[in-house]
Every structure is written in C-alpha cells, then in structure tokens.
C-alpha cells in the first residue's frame, strides 16, 4: 500500500502562486510515475502534469491549460513530489489530487486517472480575487 498527503493549497489571487506537496508513504517505488489531477467544482476529473522516471533522470508532461505555469519535481530521498503553480487563473480552481502509479506508464497511459493505483485525498486551490 502507498500513502500519498497533499498539502499547500488555499487561496490566491489570480497572477499569484502556489506550491503543492505529496509525500508518499508505505510501499514506494521511485521507477514509478507520479501526477497531479485536478477537478473543479462540477465537471470531471482532469490530468494536470506527470514526472516518470526514465533511465538516468526524470522526464515530465503537462496539459496544456497548465504548460509555462506549472512545474512539477521530485525529491526522490524524501519520496516526495512538488507542484509549483505561477500566474494562477480562477480557471484553476479545484481540487488537487496526487495519485501515482507504481510502475512507469507509456506516454499514451498517463492522462487517463484509471491507470494509477493511489490518489490522496486532494487539496483545495482557489484562485479569486
């Protein structure tokens, strides 16, 4: 089993940022794939950014609602991932989920939520002013 926290959410105002945290507890696996989810208020789930381990380093993917604002990273000692989110919009209000995937999903798997085996219990962002 995995644990996964989120933290780091709250409210900002629109221009402004935030850094979101997942720390991974339990059965770890740093060749895994690690992402972000978000949904906000009545519409469906939507990916967000993915880091997978890939040979010597870490490669990373966005939306495109999210591309040149948000940066993901990993602290692979502390089993734990970043979200840092500039030039918020109220457009990115919603609820973070981390989730992760224990081993590491092809490029084609990792937008859909149904490929990863755990998800925290999320953390609220609003942007308003």
């Known amino acids: 089993q995995v644990q996964l926290v989120e933290s780091g959410g709250g409210l900002v105002q629109p221009g402004g940022s935030l850094r979101l945290s997942c720390a991974a507890s339990?059965?770890?696996?740093?060749?895994?794939?690690m992402g972000w989810f978000r949904q906000a208020p009545g519409k469906e789930r939507e990916f967000v950014s993915v880091?997978?381990?890939?040979?010597?380093?870490?490669?990373?993917h966005y939306s495109d609602a999210v591309k040149g604002r948000f940066s993901i990273s990993r602290d692979r000692a502390k089993d734990t991932v970043f979200l840092q989110m500039n030039s918020l919009k109220p457009e990115d209000t919603a609820v973070y989920y981390c989730?992760?995937?224990?081993?590491?999903?092809?490029?084609?798997?990792?937008?859909?939520?149904?490929?990863?085996?755990?998800w925290g219990q999320g953390t609220e962002v609003t942007v308003s002013s």
């Open positions: 989730a992760t995937a224990t081993s590491r999903l092809i490029l084609s798997r990792i937008w859909a939520g149904e490929n990863y085996d755990f």
């Open positions: 880091i997978r381990w890939s040979g010597g380093g870490y490669n990373t």
């Open positions: 339990g059965r770890t696996f740093s060749s895994g794939t």
